[in-house]
């Protein structure tokens, strides 16, 4: 079970304990909003990607998009999602509980900069109905960060 592998990975840090599981669904931003009483904008949500062929997990802010024509002057291709049973497959992870954390070999991971307005965020750990809260840093330490990015639209606040 993919929140095991979380939980294991988090255990080598002393930090297992801070992975909440709730009994209601937070699959989804508005979902994991609601559970954690928290807004929106403030879920990392974590989006899979292939990317010449290799798997790819952008993890953003609750409120950000992908946009395309950033993401494919950064990846030089196309944005192309994952379907459900290939990110199970090449992230390790269900859609409704990827996130960056105990993927498998060879997942690259990036962090949008929509991301850093925020002291902390909550992503997914695994599962459909869990979450961790975590600093900017210790999300940078635990995600493998291969890189911060910009390659979202739908979050700045207009002028």
């Given at each position: 079970m993919s929140i095991q592998k979380v939980k294991a990975y988090f255990s080598l840090f002393g930090m297992e304990n801070?992975?909440?599981e709730f009994?209601?669904?937070?699959?989804?931003v508005a979902l994991a909003a609601e559970a954690l009483g928290c807004a929106p904008c403030r879920i990392a949500k974590t989006l899979?990607?292939?990317v010449a062929g290799n798997p790819v997990l952008i993890v953003a802010a609750g409120d950000a998009k992908i946009d395309n024509a950033r993401f494919k002057a950064y990846f030089q291709t196309k944005a192309k999602m994952l379907a459900p049973d290939e990110a199970s497959l090449l992230i390790g992870h269900a859609v409704g509980g990827v996130c960056p954390f105990a993927v498998n070999d060879g997942v690259k991971v990036y962090?949008?900069?929509?991301l850093k307005r925020f002291e902390t965020v909550f992503p997914a750990c695994g599962s459909s109905n869990s979450a961790i809260e975590l600093t900017l840093s210790?999300?940078?330490k635990h995600s493998g960060l291969c890189d911060w990015i910009d390659v979202c639209k739908?979050?700045?606040?207009e002028s």
């Open positions: 801070r992975i909440m009994d209601v669904s937070s699959a989804t899979s990607f292939s962090l949008d900069i929509s210790e999300l940078e739908g979050w700045q606040e």
